[in-house]
Structures are given as C-alpha cells and as structure tokens.
C-alpha cells in the first residue's frame, strides 16, 4: 500500500471560502500530481510538480494553485470555492527516474461547495 | 488526439464468474499501459503494468493482455468475488515527455453480485 495521505477526506464548504487540500507522501518521490475526477468521468491532470520549488499546470483549467516547499507535501489552495469546483480531487506521486513512471494515489478528497 | 477508450462502461455479473474489459488507445507514441482498480471513494490502485514487449501479465486473478499493433488490451477478471466490484481505469502513458503523462479511459463499473 502506498504512502501517500489526503486530507479531509470529504469536505463541505459554502461558497466564496478559501480551502486547502492537503497531499502528503513518505516515499521520497520527487514528482507529485494533482488531478480532478467527476463521477464516471476519466481523471484529469491539474497540477504536477518535478520536485521543491516546481509546480506546473496540467492539462486541465484550473482555478486553483499548488506549492512544493518540502518533497514530502503538495497543498492545493482555492481562494474561492464555488459549486463548479465540486468534484473529487486525487494526489499522486512518482519516484524520479521510476521504471514506466509508476504513480501512487491518495485515498482523495471530495469537494463539495454548496 | 491521444485517447483512451474503455468499453462496457459497466457490468455486472454473478460471484465466481469470469468477465473481461476492452481498451482501446490512440496514445502515440506508446510507452506502457496500465490497469488500475478504483473502489468507490478512494483512490486508483495499480494492478498491472506492460511495456511495449509484453502481451500479457498477470496479478492474481487478474490477466491483462496487450496487442501494441492493434492498439488494444484487456483485461481478464476469473472467479469474480464481491470485493471486484470497483471501477477499472486503462492508463496509457507516452514516452515523449520526461513527466511520463499518463491518459485515463473513463473506466469499466464492475459490480459483483452475489
């Protein structure tokens, strides 16, 4: 099982409100990922990282950023939720160098904002 | 366009049957595709992993089979518990960026019946 952590793991929230998203990994992987999941939907990237002080946009608009200060922790900030955000939000991470990149997933958070 | 393409989009079957998922790609060029398994609610977990030279690897109960010239791979559920019943995700990854992206098929829901 992968040590990579999520927390909340379900949040409510009322629009207009900043939140963080909080992504933890003990593995040491230098490549952490962030992506937005609608039920039956496929998952897509929003932000990825190479390692501390890297953070790049993925393939999907988002409103919302990221930080890498420490290899272990990945936070995903929204200054203002709005129900469009509602939506399960998955954390991963990739050792570098990784044979056939190999990505481990957190348990996720589902966002509501109502 | 790189896609993934996952059909049935769900199934449902009796406990101790077998069942088998497609996925089609366009994903080039082709690094290795991978199944994962996503219980309702958390996050996706790796089952299987092939490179461009393999055509088949298995994980338990679990088979997976890789046709690179047609660009199609299955996999192959045998003796189905109650615990299958999840989401299964066809991950495609390419080799012409060093991030390794990764593109998700919508995923098979599996439901197992008892």
């Known amino acids: 099982e992968a040590d990579i952590y999520q927390t909340p793991r379900y949040l409510v929230i009322g629009t207009g409100k900043k939140i963080t998203l909080e992504c933890s990994q003990t593995?040491?992987?230098?490549?952490m990922y962030w992506y937005q999941q609608d039920p039956g939907m496929e998952l897509h990237l929003i932000h990825y990282?190479?390692?501390?002080?890297?953070?790049e946009k993925g393939d999907l608009s988002s409103e919302s950023t990221v930080s890498r200060i420490r290899t272990e922790h990945f936070p995903l900030t929204l200054e203002s939720a709005r129900p469009s955000h509602t939506s399960q939000y998955l954390c991963?991470?990739?050792?570098?160098?990784?044979?056939?990149?190999?990505?481990?997933f957190g348990p996720g958070t589902r966002l509501t904002v109502t | 366009k790189n896609q993934v393409e996952q059909s049935p989009q769900s199934l449902i079957i009796l406990e101790g049957k077998n069942c088998t998922l497609q996925?089609?790609?366009?994903?080039?060029?082709?690094?290795?595709l991978r199944w994962y398994k996503q219980d309702t609610g958390r996050g996706p977990v790796s089952l299987t992993i092939?490179?461009?030279?393999?055509n088949t690897k298995s994980n338990g109960r679990y088979t997976a089979t890789l046709d690179a010239d047609t660009k199609q791979s299955s996999l192959h559920i045998t003796a189905s518990q109650l615990s299958d019943s999840a989401s299964y995700i066809c991950?495609?990854?390419?080799?012409?960026?060093?991030?390794?992206?990764?593109?998700f098929g919508r995923g098979t829901q599996l439901t197992v019946w008892p």
């Open positions: 991963a991470s990739s050792a570098q160098g990784a044979r056939d990149y190999e990505q481990y």
């Open positions: 991950v495609v990854s390419d080799r012409g960026s060093t991030l390794g992206r990764l593109y």
């Open positions: 990282s190479y390692g501390v002080n890297s953070t």
């Open positions: 996925c089609n790609y366009t994903v080039s060029p082709f690094s290795n």
């Open positions: 092939m490179t461009f030279s393999e």
């Open positions: 593995m040491g992987h230098d490549k």
